[in-house]
């Protein structure tokens, strides 16, 4: 089964264990390694990317285990979760498991440091250090679409539009800290259940200009 883990950690601090789920064999042997673990179920919007960087925070302080599912691509690993657990598939989803039996479940946007925090204080030890933050799905799109943007090459409209939908359709597995700074121009795309042209005119938030330049200093 392969790990993914950070790089760069410290030699002293075990770093994060973080492994692909592709098969029902690797959601069974991933469970009899690890008897404390956790599956993360991982949709195809930024629900996902927003729920992984909840968990990401307290994964850097506590020592989990993390099997991570991507539903579209690995289904029948993601069926065998749900037959072995009787617990309704949604995505994302996060499942806590000791001794390969499940003992809490939290799904879409419900989960939350609140959520999260008494089952973590409760049930996963706190690791000796703190380990880094996961890697992203890559920043580079958004580099790129906000280059344009500075460039003039996009109009303001052009932008926000092309930009929101990137982060709607963004289900990568990062930080909590890459999650914040992406969604810091146009907040949540679920909020505009009418359209995207809910969103109103770019300028609304401010002079959008500057404001995408510092983002794009802050990923740099």
């Known amino acids: 089964m392969t790990q993914t883990h950070d790089a760069q950690n410290d030699a002293s601090t075990p770093a994060q264990v973080l492994v692909p789920l592709t098969t029902p064999e690797d959601v069974d042997t991933f469970l009899k390694e ?6 993360f179920k991982a949709g195809t919007c930024h629900k996902t990317m927003q729920g992984f ?19 579209v691509d690995w289904r029948p690993a993601s069926n065998h979760v749900a037959e072995r657990t009787g617990i309704t598939h949604q995505s994302p989803q996060l499942i806590l498991f000791q001794d390969g039996q499940p003992q809490f479940e939290v799904n879409n946007w419900d989960i939350t440091p609140e959520a999260l925090a008494p089952v973590f204080t409760a049930h996963v030890p706190v690791r000796d250090g703190v380990a880094s933050a996961a890697q992203g799905g890559g920043i580079e799109p958004y580099r790129r679409l906000m280059r344009a943007y500075l460039d003039g090459q996009l109009s303001d409209w052009a932008f926000q539009d092309q930009y929101v939908t990137m982060f709607r359709d963004d289900a990568s597995l990062r930080s909590q800290r890459e999650f914040e700074l992406l969604s810091r121009l146009f907040g949540d795309p679920d909020a505009y259940h009418g359209g995207l042209h809910q969103l109103g005119a770019p300028q609304e938030r401010g002079d959008l200009r500057p404001r995408v330049a510092e983002l794009l200093s802050e990923l740099n």
Do not use: S
């Not at 690890?34 to 599956?39: F, G, N, Q, S």
């Not at 968990?55 to 302080?61: G, H, I, P, R, V």
């Open 34 to 39: 690890y008897p404390l673990a956790a599956v």
């Open 53 to 71: 960087g909840v968990l990401e925070t307290f994964l850097q302080k506590h020592d989990l285990p993390v099997g991570f599912i991507r539903v």
